[in-house]
T-cell receptor, first 112, second 113 residues
Framework: AQSVTQPDIHITVSEGASLELRCNYS??????LFWYVQSPGQGLQLLLKYFSGDTLVQGIKGFEAEFKRSQSSFNLRKPSVHWSDAAEYFCAVGTGFQKLVFGTGTRLLVSP | SQTIHQWPATLVQPVGSPLSLECTVEGTSNPNLYWYRQAAGRGLQLLFYSVGIGQISSEVPQNLSASRPQDRQFILSSKKLLLSDSGFYLCAWSGQGAMDTQYFGPGTRLTVL
């Protein structure tokens, strides 16, 4: 069965520092991969997605993610974190049948 | 542009009471619709999805049900709520493509006491 692992429950990063959030997936075929962000008490907003092609995907708000098939990973990165990036981040894998399997999320805290 | 609405935003209900959460989408037609639940400290769990009026697929056995009476309306219901039904309920829509992006509503916070 498909699964997504986000090994970090919480991450604290200083404002202006770089960020990497880890995501590992389990899926037998070529996956569709997504990163969503959720502010407290809000719905989810799509940051970026990977379907095929270039393995480095650019998203909104200066985020990018790299698909590494050999490592079954789709880590999210940002070169310089802003205080407004504090939120919860979810990685998800799509199975091609319009169903998403989500990880348990990583809560990002940004320190001044 | 497309927008998705959910109401109510928050709800506190006693155990054993009924439930009705509503989701509507504007600016698109024939969307796929989804209900997810997010429990504290956990990811999102897909509860139901619908590819058309009256067509509902259930992902997880439970005491909840879903209905789609109109093309852009999706309702989540229960006849008798359980404590374990507490959580954050999110509705989402997507196009009909094989893996179209899902767009989420603002959510409903349900507390069952």
């Amino acid at each position: 069965a498909q699964s997504v692992t986000q090994p970090d429950i919480h991450i604290t990063v200083s404002e202006g520092a770089s960020l990497e959030l880890r995501c590992n997936y389990s899926y037998g075929a070529t996956p569709y991969l997504f990163w969503y962000v959720q502010s407290p008490g809000q719905g989810l907003q799509l940051l970026l997605k990977y379907f095929s092609g270039d393995t480095l995907v650019q998203g909104i708000k200066g985020f990018e993610a790299e698909f590494k098939r050999s490592q079954s990973s789709f880590n999210l990165r940002k070169p310089s974190v802003h205080w407004s990036d504090a939120a919860e981040y979810f990685c998800a894998v799509g199975t091609g049948f319009q169903k998403l399997v989500f990880g348990t999320g990583t809560r990002l805290l940004v320190s001044p | 542009s497309q927008t998705i609405h959910q109401w109510p935003a928050t709800l506190v209900q006693p155990v054993g009471s009924p439930l009705s959460l509503e989701c509507t989408v504007e600016g698109t037609s024939n969307p796929n619709l989804y209900w997810y639940r997010q429990a504290a400290g956990r990811g999102l769990q897909l509860l139901f999805y619908s590819v058309g009026i009256g067509q509902i697929s259930s992902e997880v056995p439970q005491n909840l049900s879903a209905s789609r009476p109109q093309d852009r309306q999706f309702i989540l219901s229960s006849k008798k709520l359980l404590l374990s039904d507490s959580g954050f309920y999110l509705c989402a829509w997507s196009g009909q493509g094989a893996m179209d992006t899902q767009y989420f509503g603002p959510g409903t916070r349900l507390t069952v006491l």
